[in-house]
């Protein structure tokens, strides 16, 4: 027990104490379980990829698709990425999955783009700081094997992979932009939001935090917020992209600042391969 509340204080930061509840143990024992069903997992190979359609909002077209790693869990069901990449990061399992949902999504990139002359849709994909900075060749090897232009892939990374190793993950991004590959930053103003790296990283996209688009058209503090951003992208040369848009008023309040792409349930939930597949050949336009 004593053990439990010490790591709990060191999950909070150091100098600091912690009183054992009886929580910590259901908590510890979940983690537990959890892992080692994550681990059986990826040797039974229960993941899938869905896809979330990304739209320019000047056309109302669907430009690209982002990849978002779902599990297939036995007994749970279908779980979403924000139920297991925490724990997939810490335990390193994030690696093996990550290239799955990679080699997956190139694959679909390359199917969906073939016939189609304007270069679309490409295919956002996110990446976690420990696969940025061990896997550096996995990106180079996938485009290899699925063939995928590299112009139609797009990794998202956040403010934190970047902040943790500045100096590093720069020569990082230089070097798999020069294969043509291009990066957006993830979750923006949610994190660090420091200029001076965004003013010197070769990054082609912001995407606005879900947390500032929910109160647009409501919350003046948050419009302003949004309204700012879409500003200073746009002055870096930077496409900005809206993320979680759930309602007809944040996209008639985003298409008013001038944002460019935009993402959220109110065009569509993340979807199967299939599903996804289906909705690029018809002709919905929002
Ligand atoms: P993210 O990259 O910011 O992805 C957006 C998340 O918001 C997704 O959750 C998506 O399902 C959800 N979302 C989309 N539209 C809406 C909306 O209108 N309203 C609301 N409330 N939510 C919306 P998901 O799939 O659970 O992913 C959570 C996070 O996990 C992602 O955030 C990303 O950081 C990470 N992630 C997902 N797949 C992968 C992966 O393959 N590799 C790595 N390294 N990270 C991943
Ligand atoms: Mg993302
Ligand atoms: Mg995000």
């Known amino acids: 027990h004593a053990d439990l509340a010490m790591f709990e204080a060191k999950s909070h930061g150091k100098g600091r104490y912690e009183v054992f509840v009886p929580s910590m143990s259901t908590r510890a024992t979940e983690r537990l379980d959890l892992e080692r069903d994550l681990r059986r997992a990826v040797e039974r190979d ?30 749970r069901g279908l779980l979403a990425a924000a139920d297991f990449i925490r724990l997939a990061e810490e335990t390193g399992l994030i690696r093996p999955i990550g290239r799955l949902v990679l080699e997956e999504a190139c694959r679909r990139a390359k199917e969906w783009g073939e016939g189609r002359a304007d270069g679309t849709p490409s295919m956002s994909v996110n990446l976690s700081a420990s696969q940025f900075a061990r896997q550096p060749d996995m990106i180079p090897e996938v485009l290899t094997g699925t063939g995928l232009d590299p112009r139609r892939l797009q990794l998202e990374i956040t403010e934190r992979t970047v902040m943790h190793n500045a100096e590093f993950a720069l020569g990082k991004l230089r070097r798999l932009k020069g294969l043509g590959v291009s990066f957006a930053i993830d979750d923006y103003g949610k994190g660090y939001s420091c200029l001076y790296y965004l003013k010197r990283m070769p990054v082609d996209s912001l995407k606005i935090d879900r947390a500032f688009i929910t109160g647009l058209g409501e919350n003046p503090d948050d419009t302003a917020i949004v309204s700012a951003t879409i500003g200073l992208g746009h002055v870096l040369g930077l496409q900005v992209v809206a993320e979680g848009v759930e309602s007809a008023e944040q996209l008639a309040e985003l298409r008013k600042l001038g944002c460019d792409l935009a993402q959220g349930y109110h065009f569509a939930e993340p979807l199967s391969g299939e599903a996804a597949e289906r909705l690029l050949a018809g002709d919905t336009t929002w």
């Open 46 to 75: 229960e993941f899938e990829v869905h896809y979330q359609p990304i739209i320019d909002l000047r056309t109302g077209e669907i430009v690209a698709f982002e990849a978002l790693a779902r599990w297939r869990h036995p007994e």
